[in-house]
């Protein structure tokens, strides 16, 4: 069936990095462009970043624009998101979902994952 | 950027109720609205897409309509499996925050 499953999770340091990782499953990955989206404690979603199918198009939420790197390796269904220089204010649960549209952008998100727990603390 | 207030922030209900859950945008996002459903612990659920249609597998006591700003779930007759965090999107302005602050329907 159709999955996606987030790893790479922890609690880091402030200034540190980290990289999450999301593995798909059941449909063919390189046909859609991939989200993360996060959730902060007792907060509502934030959408965080967008790659395109082929993986040439990045785009970033201001919040984390120049510290977070989206990238995705077709040859191995996955999806990546670099962080770094972590702050306390990334410490949230991080999703990553699946664009709605096959080859085409459609904003919206159809598959999520049950994420990945980041806690940014000394 | 486009600002979407979702009202009430907490809705309490019970079981065999309708729920009615609003969206509204700061200015007008067309025909670009969806719906999720999201319970703690568990992967966000893509409900409705572009205001009115049913995404896959979702069952035809969900709801949506609108237009421009206004924006509205509809839940006829609530099953117990229902009560949950609901958030509305735009895709209307991308790329930027694109989610309200959510509902929560709770059991009355």
């Known amino acids: 069936q159709v999955q996606l499953v987030e790893s790479g999770g922890g609690v880091v340091q402030p200034g540190k990095s980290l990289t999450l990782s999301c593995a798909a499953s059941?449909?063919?990955?390189?046909?859609?462009?991939m989200h993360w989206v996060r959730q902060a404690p007792g907060k509502g979603l934030e959408w965080v970043a967008l790659?395109?199918?082929?993986?040439?198009?990045?785009y970033y939420a201001d919040s984390v624009k120049g510290r977070f790197t989206i990238s995705r390796d077709n040859s191995k269904n996955t999806l990546y998101l670099h962080i770094s220089s972590l702050r306390a204010e990334d410490t949230a649960v991080y999703y990553c979902?699946?664009?709605?549209?096959?080859?085409?952008?459609?904003?919206?998100?159809?598959?999520w994952g049950k994420g990945t727990k980041v806690t940014v603390s000394s | 950027e486009i600002v979407l207030t979702q009202s009430p922030a907490t809705l309490s209900l019970s079981p065999g109720e309708r729920a009615t859950l609003s969206c509204r945008a700061s200015q007008s996002v067309s025909g670009y609205v969806a719906w999720y459903q999201h319970k703690p612990g568990q992967a966000p659920r893509l409900l409705i897409y572009d205001v009115s249609n049913r995404a896959t597998g979702i069952p035809d006591r969900f709801s949506g309509r609108g237009s421009g700003t206004d924006f509205t779930l509809t839940i006829s007759s609530l099953e117990p499996e229902d009560f949950a965090v609901y958030y509305c999107q735009q895709r209307s302005n991308w790329p930027p925050d694109t989610f309200g602050q959510g509902t929560r329907l709770e059991i009355k």
């Open positions: 059941g449909f063919t990955f390189s046909t859609y462009s």
């Open positions: 979902s699946r664009d709605f549209g096959e080859l085409v952008v459609r904003y919206y998100m159809d598959v």
């Open positions: 790659i395109s199918h082929g993986g040439t198009s990045k």
